[in-house]
Nanobody, 122 residues
Framework: QVQLVESGGGLVQAGGSLRLSCAAS????????MAWFRQVPGKEREFVST????????LYADSVRGRFTISRDNAKNTVYLQMNNLKPEDTASYYC???????????????WGQGTQVTVSA
């Protein structure tokens, strides 16, 4: 069992930056693929980025590639999402997820956090 708690969301102007954190409880954090998804009301939860257990492989959605960076610190059981050059269309609730396979499909992830809100003003 893994429990995930996100933090770091907030209100920022377009062009600004935020860093999201996701702290995981439980053992064997480094064996889990970790991912970030986001969701706006009325829409499907969409893939943002994922990182392998040791951090050697990452994937990004086309909409965030070059602006967002995912990383992890296995000693701290934490995964991060550095978001730069934020745009109003990045406004969403951001969710951390843990799973066993490096995939863009949300169905591949077994554990989810409660989410943190990111709002980007124009």
């Amino acid at each position: 069992q893994v429990q995930l708690v996100e933090s770091g969301g907030g209100l920022v102007q377009a062009g600004g930056s935020l860093r999201l954190s996701c702290a995981a409880s439980g053992r064997a954090f480094s064996t889990y693929t970790m991912a970030w998804f986001r969701q706006v009301p009325g829409k499907e939860r969409e893939f943002v980025s994922t990182i392998s257990g040791r951090g050697s492989t990452t994937l990004y959605a086309d909409s965030v590639r070059g602006r967002f960076t995912i990383s992890r610190d296995n000693a701290k059981n934490t995964v991060y999402l550095q978001m730069n050059n934020l745009k109003p269309e990045d406004t969403a609730s951001y969710y951390c997820a843990a799973g066993g396979i490096l995939m863009r499909d949300k169905g591949s992830y077994d554990y989810w956090g409660q989410g943190t809100q990111v709002t980007v003003s124009a």
